[in-house]
């Protein structure tokens, strides 16, 4: 898997692990602070889109994963 390909997995888990805390009536902390973390992802999801840089991105790269499926 190349650091592209994991950082969208890593950032749709996140997303979706702080909407499930989130939700109100969720048995684990049902805090709507939970919802803050989901627009600090989608906003760095944005930002890496306009920009073509993402640190996730680049820290994965810093692990020794590929850049491409190539």
């Given amino acids: 898997m190349s650091s592209w390909q994991l950082t969208r ?12 805390l989130g939700v109100q009536g969720s ?9 803050w973390f989901t627009a600090f992802v989608g906003l760095n999801l944005l930002q890496s889109g306009m ?9 994965l790269r ?8 190539d």
Wanted: charged share 10%.
């Fill in 9 to 20: 997995v890593i950032a749709g888990a996140f997303i979706l692990l702080s909407l499930a």
């Fill in 27 to 35: 048995p684990l902390f049902q805090s709507g602070y939970w919802l």
């Fill in 51 to 59: 920009t073509r840089w993402c640190l996730m991105e680049r820290m």
């Fill in 62 to 69: 810093g692990l020794g994963l590929r850049a491409s499926a």
